[in-house]
């Protein structure tokens, strides 16, 4: 079904999830490699194509939920004494962030994309090749500041792009 729909998510088999990064609330997974030169000169290290969601998400291992879009409301040190200046936002301070390193830091191998699926309504689910599977839910909430729920682009020059939002899909 999604071939249909999202053609360009089928840029994803065969590439592995390499990296994750965020910024406020929003979750970016980086898929392959590619290098890009930001405004001030500085090479960044990116995906070939990334995923850029804005909405529910949460990953999955063996059907139990590992990793939760939720988690970034948690201290990374769960065990700690509370906190009073744990900012969320703030990168590597929550759970989902140190869950995520974790991830791609010790899966890196297993983590290459084997099958992608969409629906109408906006859901990817990813699985990998050790059948962990990622999630992307619009329809369980979406941030409300955000013109997309999720967009899907390359960073490799060819200028393709793919976004879902209340206004249903959109290209580039």
């Known amino acids: 079904m999604s071939e249909k729909i999202y053609s360009e998510l089928q840029h994803l088999p065969g590439l592995p999830l ?3 990064t965020r910024l406020g609330h929003v979750q970016f997974f980086h ?11 500085l ?3 990116v995906g070939a194509w990334t995923l850029e969601v804005a909405c529910h998400w949460q990953l999955e291992e063996a059907g139990t939920v590992a990793i939760r879009f939720e988690d970034a409301g948690i ?3 769960t065990q700690a004494l509370a906190d009073p200046t744990f900012d969320p ?17 010790h899966q ?9 699926a969409a629906t109408p309504d906006g859901d990817i689910i990813i699985t ?4 962990q599977v990622l999630h992307i839910r619009p329809s369980q909430g979406v941030l409300e500041t955000t013109a ?19 206004n249903g899909v959109e290209r580039a």
């Open 43 to 45: 090479i960044l290290d």
């Open 128 to 131: 990998f090749a050790n059948q």
């Open 148 to 166: 997309y729920f999720w967009r899907f682009f390359s960073n490799t020059g060819t200028q393709e792009a793919l976004s879902f939002g209340p």
């Open 75 to 77: 201290p990374r040190d």
């Open 18 to 20: 390499t990296k994750t």
């Open 108 to 116: 890196r191998e297993h983590l290459q994309v084997q099958q992608v």
């Open 31 to 41: 898929f392959g490699k590619a290098h890009i030169t930001n405004a001030s000169g």
């Open 89 to 105: 936002l703030v990168p590597g301070s929550n759970l989902r962030d140190r869950k995520l390193q974790e991830l791609v830091r």
